[in-house]
């Protein structure tokens, strides 16, 4: 009989979910899949570890099925996987864990009371993402449950960092920047002594390029600055979501436009970015094959917006040894990861053509002052590896 741990990522519409076992002192990656249209059409896949479809369930049209209810089938799916392995833990993705939280944290009711007052501060997320974790309280309240927090590896910014030119009381009371997809690059920063050790005690910059995109500034493998601040919508623009704005373009809306905070909602989080730029999609593949002039507009913002950040990044650290490339766009597209290396040549960037068409790790030419790569991100073996961690302690 094995030890296994379920990671959770809740989100507003979806329970995405991946089960490790622990074999031969490591965590190896079992099933994984997800619930998704949870309150419209609700359809529940899960995979083994070689992608095949293992189980799979749709619900009726109309079938508000919610975060109850997909846990509950989870449960019986996992029960069922589990006959001769033993669940020790879950582990469960949060995004918001304030500024107090700078690791992952053992839940119980006081722990949860505790994140709910960080909802304001995420509300697009955090009630989801703590949604899963009341219902397990509830039901197995013996089942030990660890909350990993996106904005925890980035605490060790220093001050000056985290802090808007706004009155200091307003830091004081949390207005500050926080700085998301801390597991993405707390994952990469664990891998880069044994990728690149130079890099690992230097001065690297990761990418993290999904629909939801960032940049994280790494000083000898700690978090000194990164792109988003606040909430997730800041930095570089994304699939559906603006990047840094100018806040004198919200008071505009507000004021000569009529548009209320939901609507400038909507508007800075799902109609803009690479959809509302191009106007024809939030998905890079899709843009990317598209002859339409505005397709490649978004595509160009898209590059344009990293370079500059780049350039903001490498100020911090001072100079920069190498660049990472991670998630959806990061790791798989070469056109995108070839753009904004020649954007990048001043910083002595050189990337062999070769290697990033083939997807190789490294892909900077062996001359280049800067070594560039191209690394899977596993957020999911991050959050299972802390979940265990913790349970050993
Ligand atoms: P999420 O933030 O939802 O986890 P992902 O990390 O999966 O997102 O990234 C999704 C993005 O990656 C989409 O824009 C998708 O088009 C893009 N992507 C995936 N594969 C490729 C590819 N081969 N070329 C270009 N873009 C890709």
């Known amino acids: 009989m094995s030890d296994a741990i379920v990671v959770l990522n809740a989100g507003s519409s979806s329970v995405k979910f991946s089960l490790f076992v622990e074999r031969a002192g490591a965590l190896e990656p079992d099933i994984r899949g997800q619930v998704e249209a949870l309150f419209t059409t609700p359809h529940f896949v899960a995979k083994g570890p070689d992608g095949v479809v293992l189980s799979e369930k749709t619900w009726a049209g109309g079938v508000a099925l919610g975060h109850d209810g997909a846990l509950e089938h989870l449960?019986?799916?996992l029960r069922e996987r589990l006959a001769s392995d033993r669940l020790v833990g879950v582990g469960h993705r949060v995004v918001h864990g304030g500024a107090l939280y700078d690791r992952p944290v053992r839940i119980d009711a006081e722990v949860l009371a505790d994140l709910r007052r960080f909802e304001p501060l995420a509300p697009l997320h955090q009630p989801h993402n703590l949604a899963p974790i009341a219902a397990i309280l509830e039901r197995a309240p013996d089942l030990p449950q660890v909350a990993c927090f996106d904005t925890s590896f980035h605490r060790?910014?220093?001050?000056?960092?985290?802090?808007?030119g706004l009155p200091y009381e307003?830091?004081?009371q949390g207005v500050r920047r926080y700085g998301f997809h801390g597991l993405s690059y707390e994952f990469i920063a664990s891998v880069l002594p044994a990728t690149d050790p130079a890099a690992a005690t230097?001065?690297?910059?990761?990418?993290?390029l999904g629909n939801g995109a960032s940049m994280c500034a790494l000083a000898g493998g700690r978090s000194v600055a990164s792109s988003m601040g606040f909430t997730a919508v800041d930095g570089l623009m994304m699939g559906t979501r603006t990047g840094s704005l100018d806040p004198g373009v919200v008071l505009y809306l507000m004021t000569e436009r009529g548009m209320?905070?939901?609507?400038?909602?909507?508007?800075?989080y799902n109609q803009s970015g690479l959809l509302g730029v191009s106007g024809i999609s939030s998905d890079m593949r899709t843009l990317l094959a598209s002859p339409e002039p505005r397709a490649r507009l978004a595509v160009d913002l898209y590059c344009y917006r990293i370079r500059r950040e780049l350039g903001s990044l490498v100020a911090a650290?001072?100079?920069?040894?190498?660049?990472?490339?991670t998630a959806g766009i990061g790791e798989n597209s070469a056109e995108i990861r070839s753009a904004i290396c020649r954007d990048a040549q001043w910083l002595g960037v050189e990337l062999d053509e070769a290697a990033n068409a083939a997807g190789a790790s490294r892909i900077s030419a062996p001359g280049s002052r800067v070594s560039v790569w191209c690394i899977a991100t596993n957020e999911e073996l991050m959050i299972a590896s802390h979940t265990r961690q913790l349970l050993a302690t």
Do not use: C, Y
Request: proline share 2%; hydrophobic share 60%; aromatic share 8%.
């Open 156 to 164: 060790s910014n220093p001050a000056l960092a985290q802090m808007f």
């Open 75 to 77: 449960l019986g799916v």
């Open 202 to 208: 230097g001065r690297t910059v990761v990418l993290h």
């Open 260 to 268: 209320d905070a939901r609507a400038i909602e909507k508007l800075i």
């Open 317 to 325: 650290l001072g100079g920069v040894d190498a660049i990472v490339f």
């Open 170 to 172: 307003m830091f004081e």
